[in-house]
């Protein structure tokens, strides 16, 4: 969350060894970054691993960030990276935010939220989103942002614990969460706050997918009831 790094001098891109500073392998894996503590990022820098890229995956399960199919660590691995995609993979635990993007950024800002949440072996993860004007200077000192806080619990309850510091929330909502690493369909998905407007589950890539109409602004619990 950028707020860390100006908070706590955490820095937002960091090599393997910083997250894992145990494993002896990752310590020279010079080709491949962390995006704060949840996406790894596994960029095509040689011509010939252009169809073909080997990746370390450090001890933890990672989730292909397109497909959501999983992989245990540690390993090297090969991926076979399409023409327009770069190997990108979630760590197990995280929940990651984002927005469908638009041709420029006040655009993208217009369109609602989603969260992928990628559990760890015990179900569980969590995750943050900071928002502000996204203009503004030192929107953090001046206490003009948004600060939410996601968890996913023993993977069936996901809560959210929003704080509007600065009072900016408007109409904006959370239109979707995907849901990785669900051996099972539920038998039913509410929430507490807002909509559920429909889920479909995929058994071959082992992804929930919940579209919804949530406001950003909501202390909300999402459940999802297998009985």
């Known amino acids: 969350c950028p707020n860390q790094v100006h908070a706590f001098g955490t820095p937002v891109i960091r090599p393997l060894f910083v997250n894992y500073p145990s494993d002896e392998y990752s310590i020279d894996v010079d080709d491949q970054f962390m995006w704060g503590s949840g996406l790894m990022i596994s960029p095509i820098v040689y ?12 001890e933890d399960i990672w989730y292909d960030y397109y497909t959501g199919q999983a992989i245990a660590g540690p390993l090297y691995a090969n991926a076979y990276p399409s023409d327009m995609e770069i190997p990108l993979h979630l760590r197990g635990g995280s929940i990651l ?3 469908e993007p638009a ?3 006040m655009l993208s800002r217009q369109n609602p939220f989603h969260l992928i949440v990628a559990p760890d072996a015990r179900g569980n993860a969590k995750g943050s989103l900071f ?4 203009q503004s200077q030192d929107t953090y000192e001046r206490g003009e942002y948004f600060l939410a806080t996601y968890e996913l619990l023993v993977g069936q309850t996901l809560t959210s614990t929003p704080n509007d510091v600065g009072g900016i929330i408007g109409n904006e909502t959370i239109g979707l969460v995907e849901f990785y690493g669900m051996v099972q369909s539920p038998l039913a998905v509410t929430v507490d706050v807002g909509t559920i407007i429909e889920f479909s589950y995929d058994q071959a890539r082992q992804s929930l997918m919940v579209t919804t ?5 909501s202390a909300f619990t999402l459940t999802l009831e297998y009985v």
């Open 47 to 58: 011509e010939e691993s252009y169809n073909e890229r080997r990746i370390y995956y450090p």
């Open 97 to 99: 935010p984002g927005q």
């Open 103 to 105: 041709l420029n950024t």
């Open 131 to 134: 928002w502000d004007d996204g």
């Open 213 to 217: 109409d949530i406001p950003l602004n």
